[in-house]
């Protein structure tokens, strides 16, 4: 029997069990399934490439090595994690190059007025290397993550000051960062095979600079409920973090990560999956497997960024796959939302939308040339759920 038929008999034998309601909630909570999307089938290509539905238009803001219209600022190679920071009446995109520091690395931005118009660019983090994906804080600052052994958290100012690295978030294999102002902490992906999930509690919320570094603790199901230990060494060294805690779970290539109303979402790329901590009842679950998708073909393949719009959407990005960004809404409903054509060698990067939640920015890392000079940034406008 292979992996999705067992996974598909686990969860259908788990009906005849006789389980009171919350214990059936709580433990065998279904992942997200096929459904027609909340804004109907994809059209054909626009001009840009990428299928889209009706009423919405994409166009082009930046591209790798060339000159951002209407700046004198080069945007860097290999964009990857992103994320929009309210500016006044305007906004601020970033984005991170997934690229050594030998070749830039680090991060720059878009700063966009009132009407979407880019009015000026510039690097806000330099010298580092990897910076994969990371997360934006409350106080509007953009947390970038370097995707190395013994990678840090840079905590850059979009709107002005000097990025700093943060040792005491931990230092390992970092992919994606979310903030939960409720809790007071960040929450970190690991992208190892055997990653974990941790989060970080700040001394003082707002101050990066010291705190505690925790792993999330919990058994080898796919559900149930979790804890949280202290990791004696944030350094992680001579001992990795992700190997300091007993019975810390591991989650096969953390990738994305985003917070919303007391739950926390983080994708896996080992497993495509997305898993949904239910942060109020201390208990974690699949929100989609694509080994539990039926019937049909699973969409979402290649799991990577998340974000989340002010409707309650995820918005999952493809790293790979057939260069999707797929839409689960809040009942559980999976769809494509977008597709890229023309550039199967490349991955979807940095979904953020704007605060008023009508503009979805994000990347194609690699482009149409596959290569990491050939990288294009994006904005989708259209009729989004708010």
């Not at 797929?326 to 979807?348: A, H, N, Y």
Request: net charge negative; with cysteine.
């Amino acid at each position: 029997m292979d992996r999705r038929t067992l996974l598909r008999a686990t969860v259908a034998g788990a009906g005849g069990l006789a389980l009171p309601f919350t214990a059936w909630s709580a433990a065998y909570a279904a992942p997200a399934q096929n459904a027609t999307g909340p804004y109907g089938a994809l059209q054909a290509a626009d001009t840009n490439g990428i299928q889209l539905p009706a009423g919405f238009t994409s166009s082009v803001v930046a591209r790798s090595r060339q000159t951002v219209p209407g700046t004198s600022y080069v945007w860097h190679d290999a964009p990857d994690g992103g994320a929009v920071i309210p500016n006044g009446t305007g906004w601020i995109y970033v984005s991170n190059a997934e690229t050594s520091s030998g070749s830039g690395g680090g991060a720059s931005r878009l700063v966009f007025d009132a009407s979407g118009a880019v009015v000026g660019a510039s690097r806000i983090l330099s010298g580092t290397n990897n910076n994969c994906a990371g997360g934006k804080t409350p106080w509007n600052t953009w947390l970038s993550c370097e995707e190395i052994g013994l990678g840090r958290v840079w905590e850059t100012y979009p709107l002005g000051g000097t990025a700093v690295a943060r040792p005491a978030m931990g230092r390992f294999k970092h992919e994606a960062a979310a903030a939960d102002p409720v809790r007071r902490v960040i929450y970190l992906t690991e992208d190892e095979t055997n990653g974990k999930f941790y989060r970080f509690v700040p001394t003082t919320w707002g101050d990066l600079s010291s705190g505690t570094l925790q792993v999330l603790v919990a058994g080898s199901a796919t559900s149930g409920s979790f804890t949280w230990a202290n990791v004696p060494d944030p350094d992680g060294s001579p001992t990795a973090t992700r190997s300091q805690v007993s019975g810390a779970k591991s989650f096969n290539g953390g990738e994305g990560c985003h917070y919303a109303d007391d739950t926390v979402w983080f994708t896996t790329k080992g497993d495509n999956r997305v898993w949904q901590v239910n942060l109020a009842s201390g208990t974690y679950e699949l929100a989609y497997d694509d080994n539990l998708v039926s019937p049909g073909t699973a969409p979402l393949t290649g799991v990577d960024n998340v974000t989340g719009s002010t409707a309650g959407d995820l918005y999952v990005a493809e790293d790979g796959g057939n260069m999707e960004i797929c839409l689960i809404t809040p009942d559980d409903k999976i769809s494509v939302f977008l597709r890229i054509t023309g550039q199967s060698s490349s991955e979807i990067t940095g979904p953020a939308f704007t605060p008023a939640g009508n503009r979805l920015y994000f990347s194609s890392q690699r482009g149409t040339t596959g290569a990491s000079s050939g990288g294009i940034t994006y904005c989708v406008t259209g009729p989004f759920r708010t």
